[in-house]
């Protein structure tokens, strides 16, 4: 009975390395691994650091260790941050990219990130800025800019 176990144990672990290296060959195909160019209306809070409206970058930190890390520069002027991402998916790629924010009356926090033609996008944690807001029962809404 014990082999029994340990056998299905095994053949359970072995499933799950599988699964996790094919997702990652999938999210690498649709990564961030192209520099993005976007032009947002509109001031914004990344992490717990505003940045003004305007035009911006988005990239890998190390174009080879992935978008675990992706870095956020404006394009005039030397304002950047780098943000820890995590991968999130969706069944319908849509043909322009897109930045999602989260809207609190007058304040938007960049939520995520998403490439055009890619099944797979990368969503920002919320900074403590965002979840004090949450947390006082303001309304949150989407707002959305497409380059």
């Known amino acids: ?11 359970f672990g072995l499933l799950a390395v599988m699964l996790v ?20 209306p509109f001031d914004f809070t990344v992490t717990d650091k505003k940045l003004p409206a305007g035009k911006y970058t988005i990239r890998r930190a ?3 260790n992935g ?3 992706v870095v956020i520069s404006r394009a005039e002027g030397n304002e950047s941050v780098a943000r820890l991402t995590i991968p999130v ?10 930045l999602v924010f989260h809207q609190y009356e007058d304040q ?4 995520e990130i998403w490439p055009a033609g890619g099944s797979t996008g990368r969503a920002l944690l919320k900074s403590r800025a965002e979840r004090d ?4 029962g303001q309304d949150v809404k989407m707002a959305q800019v497409r380059f």
Request: charged content about 15%; hydrophobic content about 45%; aromatic content about 6%.
């Open 1 to 11: 009975m014990k082999n029994a176990v340990a056998k299905g144990l095994v053949k």
């Open 89 to 98: 998916v969706t069944r319908d790629p849509q043909n322009a990219g897109i």
């Open 108 to 111: 938007y926090f960049l939520s």
């Open 21 to 40: 290296v094919a997702a990652g060959a999938t999210a690498k195909a649709q990564s961030l691994q192209y520099q993005l160019t976007v032009n947002v």
């Open 62 to 64: 190390q174009q080879a």
């Open 133 to 136: 807001l949450e947390k006082s």
């Open 67 to 69: 978008d675990l890390v």
